[in-house]
């Protein structure tokens, strides 16, 4: 069973950092996975992909203009998202996500086929 648990949450003012966590427990390993991504959801807010990493470590990112940087460590089994100049427009929950499917770069991630962790929240006041 795959378990992916997210940590780092939380308040901060704006033009503050967090950095979240997305850790592999149990026989998770992250680097068993071709790709993994972070995603949010704001409140009456479809959810949106912020960034993505591939099993090489290739990135891409959505709409962040270079704030946000996705990273992992697979010794660790961690999966990681450093935040600066934290925006109020950037408060959601925040879910890591993993998937096993091939060609990183031309899929979804979903419901169906990917897997996901419970999520924790940012939340940014001005």
């Known amino acids: 069973q795959v378990q992916l648990m997210e940590s780092g949450g939380g308040s901060v003012q704006t033009g503050g950092s967090l950095r979240l966590s997305c850790a592999g427990s149990g026989n998770t390993e992250i680097s068993s996975f071709p790709c993994m991504a972070w995603l949010r959801q704001a409140p009456g807010k479809e959810r949106e992909e912020v960034a993505r990493?591939?099993?090489?470590?290739?990135t891409r990112y959505y709409g962040l203009k270079g704030r946000f940087t996705i990273s992992k460590d697979s010794a660790k089994s961690t999966l990681y998202l450093q935040m600066d100049k934290l925006q109020p427009d950037d408060t959601a929950m925040y879910y890591c996500?993993?998937?096993?499917?091939?060609?990183?770069?031309?899929?979804?991630?979903?419901?169906?086929?990917?897997?996901w962790g419970r999520g924790t929240q940012v939340t940014v006041s001005s």
């Open positions: 990493i591939s099993d090489s470590g290739s």
């Open positions: 996500a993993a998937d096993v499917r091939r060609d990183c770069w031309w899929y979804t991630f979903d419901d169906h086929n990917s897997y």
